[in-house]
């Protein structure tokens, strides 16, 4: 006899809900980052996530910004892919009823250059089969606009909300996915739920560039991409942190280098539902089951037996158990935006 008792293992029910839509676990594909879930298949089987979010579907074809689009940087990637895509046709030809016809969930992210199109690829997601949210990548530039992106200003922003919510088939949830590109993330997370959005995705990539220094030029073609991976988890958690502070009710998709199950419980924590795995499956195709896998862990090594019990619990004061803890960080000091 050592002494060492072994506590019976805790069984983790991971069943999260997103706006009133039941998913059987909380991780899902990250959009662009794993095409339309056909790549994953040949890995292990896509209906074991959560969901797969699509790559932002466009109205047309297109082939995309000029290489190189991709770049390697410290904790992370650039990329300046400019929504490659085939099109809403060949999408809902070809790509939606594959997933519908492995039983997986599909997220749909849709993504246009004027308002109307955003309202014109809702319109045509009616009555598709497999569809469980839509998900409004409003990270475009408008071009009725000057090329300003949606994402950075609320009355465009909720411009896009509106004209998605007239078209949008009944019972499929919109949710909007924001740019972290902003000065303050909660103005434009409000406009967009004051406009109908049912739920948030955070965050897109942020705008970053990196120079040659042996040609002394930009690495990438279109000189600007977004970064992602490592890098941005924390500016992603701020903002999901923020967001739900402000408005608790919203439920979030979070985001922003999630590479390990205890990356995606920090976003639980931070008050997501559910998150997505982008950059990592670049290197490890089969990232999102483990994160699953080690996300279920994590929660059976803390006595948690629901995944939804611990979504939003960073802004709670600690535990009972630890009453001498010390108070959670920013819960009490207003200077803690100070450097
Ligand atoms: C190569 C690449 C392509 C992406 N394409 C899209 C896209 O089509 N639509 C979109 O909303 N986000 C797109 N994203 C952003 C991701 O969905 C995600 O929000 C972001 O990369 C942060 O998550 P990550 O660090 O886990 O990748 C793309 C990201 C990468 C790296």
Not at 65 to 94: C, H, K, V, W, Y
Not at 199 to 218: C, E, H, K, Q, Y
Request: net charge negative; with cysteine.
């Amino acid at each position: 006899m050592t002494g060492s008792t072994t506590l019976p293992a805790v069984e983790v029910d991971l069943a999260t809900v997103l706006a009133g839509v039941p998913f059987p676990n909380p991780v899902f594909t990250a959009s662009g980052c794993a095409a339309a879930g056909r790549e994953l298949g040949q890995f292990f089987d896509v209906e074991e996530l959560g969901a797969v979010v699509t790559k932002s579907i466009l109205l047309a074809p297109r082939a995309g910004r000029p290489t190189p689009r991709m770049a390697e940087t410290p904790s992370g990637m650039l990329n300046s892919i400019g929504l490659q895509g085939p099109g809403i046709d060949a999408f809902l030809d070809r790509d939606l009823p594959w997933l519908a016809g492995r039983g997986a969930r599909a997220v749909v992210s849709i993504a246009g250059t004027r308002v109307e199109d955003y309202a014109q690829l809702a319109a045509r997601l009616r009555g598709q089969p497999g569809l469980a949210l839509l998900e409004v990548n409003i990270s475009c530039p408008n071009v009725e606009d000057r090329g300003a992106v949606f994402a950075c200003d609320p009355a465009a922003a909720a411009a896009v909300v509106a004209a998605v919510r007239r078209t949008a088939p009944p019972g499929v949830p919109v949710f909007v996915k924001l740019s972290p590109d902003v000065t303050d993330i909660v103005d434009v997370a409000r406009a967009c739920v004051e406009a109908g959005a049912d739920g948030l995705s955070m965050v897109n990539t942020l705008l970053g560039m990196a120079i040659d220094t042996t040609t002394m030029r930009p690495v990438l073609a279109g000189v600007t991409g977004g970064l992602s991976g490592p890098a941005i988890r924390p500016v992603a958690l701020r903002c999901v942190w923020q967001v739900h502070a402000a408005l608790p009710c919203v439920p979030i998709l979070g985001m922003g280098g999630i590479r390990t199950g205890l990356d995606a419980l920090e976003f639980l924590l931070a008050g997501a539902s559910a998150v997505s795995v982008g950059t990592a499956i670049f290197g490890d195709p089969n990232a999102p089951l483990r994160v699953l896998a080690e996300l279920r862990g994590a929660l059976a090594e803390r006595g948690i037996s629901r995944v939804t019990d611990i979504v939003g619990r960073a802004h709670r004061p600690p535990l009972p158990a630890d009453p001498g803890g010390p108070e959670p960080p920013g819960a009490t000091d207003p200077d803690t935006e100070a450097t």
